[in-house]
């Protein structure tokens, strides 16, 4: 601080002003500013200035715009996130009995015993196939990493199950979606699912308060296994049942194709 | 008076009362502005509007904002750009140095809030004044501000000393302010 020039108008302070702002300071420095800014309090406006001008440099980005239904959207999720929060303080709905979290553990360990053998499979399947190409190699590591991202999810305490079963055409469709509180996250699982037609995708939505909320769209694999990671936002963890629907690509987001699978609550 | 003439200070206050269209009126101001810093850090429109949601429904919430220490404008940037980099950053590594980071960057913004908001610049006056910039003053700022990467890094990156690294940035930020304030 004394070998600083004692003038407050000087570039040098400026200049250690403008890297407070930055983050760039030792320790050190950012002492000397605090205490620079209790002896000279002129200085406060010079700093919010330049942390003003910082916070412009988003105005000169290109001329983007988000979906038009944004603000809608908004403003109804609004409206659900704060009805959620009321009805978790009016009830224990999101609290899972002590018994029956031994239930959720050995559901857990189960799956992911399921996992670890599509895992090991997966892993024999690329030892043993020589054929296969670079690009081919590439992308099942990239789906070895998803499944290992997803155990980890699962092994997560305080997870909710919902349990999904299938109807109509695929009947013999079952999974579940996991949703990992503490990581906003959902893994979907899926087996027995067979391939949508042409032009169709499968469609996951919450149902709140008896309406459909988009969660994600998804396809199966060849065998009929979905295994999809979601982030699951706030609003759609007080979800006690989902929907799994077939849409048309050509529609907008909203549930207008037929019921194929449902899931509730189950622990 | 109607709601959509309203200050923001007032808006916010309206909001804290449970006046949703207060929100919407938030949103038709700023809107567009948080989309599109969450778009340059995120890169991904969808996870820009993701983001755009969180930002303006945790506002809705948020006890964080007080009129008295700063605009709004540079509360939703200073939000929306920490949340965007803080999600490419997890991305990037599950390190510690992640909650070291975001400590750095989360204390100045809490403590320090603009009051004297230059409410008057225009995109094009920002473009114009970053554009007068010397090329690399204004790399070095752009790389600090929407990567969120340290000094070090970008010194790393770059392959030039630290010490020059911090000169051109902060050189940036203070011709920067001088050249807005001049066109304001």
């Known amino acids: 601080m004394n070998t600083r020039n004692s003038d407050p108008n000087s570039n040098e302070w400026e200049n250690l002003i403008a890297g407070y702002v930055l983050g760039d300071l030792t320790t050190e420095e950012v002492a000397e500013v605090h205490q620079l800014l209790v002896l000279h309090p002129e200085l406060v406006t010079e700093l919010e200035q330049l942390q003003e001008v910082l916070s412009l440099l988003p105005q000169a980005l290109p001329e983007d715009f988000p979906s038009p239904q944004l603000r809608s959207q908004i403003l109804k999720n609004v409206e659900l996130v704060n009805s959620n929060l009321i009805a978790e303080v009016d009830s224990s709905t999101y609290k899972i009995p002590q018994g029956m979290k031994t239930d959720v553990k050995k559901y857990l360990n189960t799956t992911t015993s399921i996992i670890a053998g599509i895992l090991v499979v997966l892993v024999m399947g690329l030892g043993l196939d020589s054929y296969r190409t670079r690009q081919e190699l590439a992308i099942a590591q990239r789906e070895l990493s998803g499944y290992q991202e997803a155990i980890a999810v699962l092994k997560q305490p305080n997870n909710r199950l919902l349990a999904l079963k299938g109807m109509g055409e695929v009947a013999t469709a079952s999974g579940s979606l996991v949703i990992a509180t503490a990581a906003s996250t959902g893994v979907l699982t899926i087996q027995n699912l067979s391939m949508p037609p042409k032009n169709m995708y499968y469609c996951l939505w919450a149902l709140i308060d008896g309406k459909k909320t988009y969660i994600a769209e998804f396809m199966p694999d060849q065998k009929g296994t979905v295994m999809l990671r979601i982030p699951i936002d706030q609003i759609f963890m007080g979800a006690k049942s989902v929907v799994i629907t077939l849409e048309s690509k050509q529609t907008t987001l909203k549930p207008q194709g037929e019921m194929v699978m449902q899931g509730q609550v189950s622990l | ?184």
């Open chain 2, 1 to 184: 008076m109607p709601i959509s003439t309203q200050t923001d200070t007032e808006l916010f206050q309206a909001l804290r009362s449970g006046n949703r269209e207060a929100l919407g009126i938030l949103y038709d101001r700023y809107g567009v502005l948080v989309y599109r810093l969450a778009l340059r850090v995120l890169s991904s429109k969808q996870d820009a509007e993701d983001l755009t949601q969180d930002i303006f429904i945790n506002l809705s919430r948020t006890t964080a904002f007080d009129a008295k220490r700063g605009n709004m404008k540079t509360f939703l940037m200073v939000m929306t750009r920490s949340r965007a980099i803080d999600r490419i950053r997890k991305l990037r590594s599950q390190s510690a140095s992640l909650q070291k980071w975001q400590q750095s960057i989360a204390q100045p913004v809490l403590e320090h809030p603009m009051e004297n908001a230059s409410k008057h610049e225009t995109s094009e006056q920002v473009r114009a004044a970053l554009q007068g910039l010397p090329e690399k003053h204004r790399q070095v700022l752009e790389m600090a501000y929407y990567e969120g990467r340290s000094q070090s890094e970008i010194a790393q990156e770059l392959g030039i000393p630290l010490g020059t690294i911090k000169s051109w940035a902060r050189q940036g930020l203070i011709s920067l302010k001088k050249v807005l304030k001049e066109r304001s």
